[in-house]
């Protein structure tokens, strides 16, 4: 890593969330970036927020980043490779397999092109939500092919090392396959689940609890956007939604009978599995660490979690996650803190002490 | 109002998590709780809690609460009736209309019982889990019927009011069907997802996001209490998962053929429903108002958040909610913070102030 150095001169198209994004950290870091769109008014709206200067007569940009929805990367990113014969290309599309593909079937020069996907968004698109800040900490997947070179890949490692985010490299099938289980196919579900409230009767959702809440968050995310993404890895997302359904299908026949023989059971195997795949996940800072959780009630006034949190960091105890639980109807709020195993007790005890309501802690 | 008073004399059936907590609750009140379990270890559990004292010869409840798995709820009210002829009796099992249909077929006296259900729970069982504070601010639901009379029912509606939660009278069905669609049908369809990571490649996990760790959250709950209550609620339960089949049969098929005329508009229909749904959902404090959110950098070491927060607090401004944004590999948080939007611009002016980087602020 003794050479790396800034990405220098980089040209960026397409000025989304994602593209004015990249532009306002590499801007942060004094690279000469250009920012383009097909539409001018958002070009300007993203060169107004700092992510860049306007394109120019004898722009040479080192790095293109195509920053363009799924449908059209290829042809961008082959209309990039043409114009600038001595530039290297990435783009940032949520799939890889397919625009490799087509790259490969029109002819261009794929010893310059080298598939990226940063593993961060927003429910919210658009330049107006960028932040120069967004990869921080996030993993962002190089999706490896054997037509460019170790030397030129590392350009684009660069980048995404400046960016602050942490490279992780998959082929573009492996990439696919992952991005459809861990993403694709959870927004499918969150979508479907969610298409249900919108005929429910309004007394129901008054008991909505944090859960419903999580299970949904997602289902938010803009159509247009998600109808290419799930379009242009549609086999991989399929593979996952069927056996999917095929659970379903055991657990409506099994609800449908609740007593017949063996349908507790195909309902029980249903929820242990679920089990099994949570586990699975692995915690914060990627780490397969369980912590422990400390439940604290806090007034639902100014500076009460204030209070809370100094009184934390005065015990020398740093919070690996915070919570806070929604009350409907009631001006109080409960903190529910994650914690290292090893400081529970000593946190609880500390609290206790300040006068705080330990309402739960477990591990 | 001004006639509401204490629940006096009461006693608890069942020492698990909502038993316990009821316990608690009523303890700290000054209330004389007995605490009975078929169990005597997990009985001498929750009282060493604090969460009531042993039977005793002569006890004379005014009211019991009955809080034994969904299974054997009708069968345990019906021996308390018969027990404590003068007794009032409730139950706070997660289906309501089984239960009470049992009781009228066994002839059980309907005039003294009134089901309930409190909204409220945790992924974690068991008298350890269980907290005082459990239902504060929690809808909880009278299962009203036309054999009790409305003096009587007040009783219980005092107890909740005691305990801190916000009572919703739903009759039984409408209240089977409710939480079918807002709890039962979202546990199945989180435990579905997350079950298709128990096979996943242990690469795609890595590139795991907050959006699956929401959406999957639900799935680690007890597949033996969910088993009755889905058992128990089976009908409501699958008039929703049959719509939801239905629809992810549609998504599946325009996914078999993403480039086939309608199959884009398929999938964007099914987005879009969900788009829908989940506006449908109200906020925090059972309304439906929109906050903005400011998402602020912080360091993740010990008092940092705390300083955030104090200085919101000496800005004024009251947070309605707080989340912290997982970094795998980073040691940065993004902290989303929620305000009412009349508060945003001059927080985000005083934080910047303070030397505080906002990477985002949106309505």
Redesign the interface.
Known sequence: MTDRRLAEDVRIVGSGLLGTSIGLGLAARGVDVVMDDVSPSARRLAVDYGAGREPAAGDAPGLIVVCVPPDVTASIVARELAAYPDALVTDVASVKAAPLAELRAMGADLGRYLGTHP??G?E?GGA???????F????W?LAGHDDISYRRAGAIEDMILDL?A?P?E?DVE?HD???A???H??????????????E??????????Q???????????D??L??QI??AN??A??D??????D???R??AA??A?EAPG??RA??D?????????????????QDRRFSQI?V?VD???????????????A????E????E???????G?AEISVVPEAEQRLVAELEERGW?I??A?A
């Open positions: 593993m961060a927003r919210r107006i939500s960028a932040r120069a800040d967004l921080v900490g996030r993993p997947v602050g942490v992780i998959l492996r396959r992952s991005v289980l861990v993403s196919v959870p927004q499918v579900v969150s979508s479907l689940l969610a298409a249900r409230l919108s429910g009767d309004g007394a129901a959702l008054q008991l909505a609890g859960g419903l809440r999580d299970v949904t968050r997602v289902a938010g995310s159509p247009a998600w109808v799930l379009g549609a086999p997302v399929v996952v939604l069927r056996p999917l359904r659970d379903l299908e657990v409506i609800l449908d609740p349908s507790r309902i029980a249903a929820l242990a599995a679920g089990n099994t795949g949570v586990a699975r996940i692995p915690g914060k800072h990627g439940v009630m639902d006034t100014p500076g009460e979690l204030a209070r809370l949190l100094t009184e934390i960091g005065e020398g105890v740093n919070m996650d915070l919570r806070l929604h009350s409907p109807g009631a001006q109080i409960l309501t309402a739960g477990f």
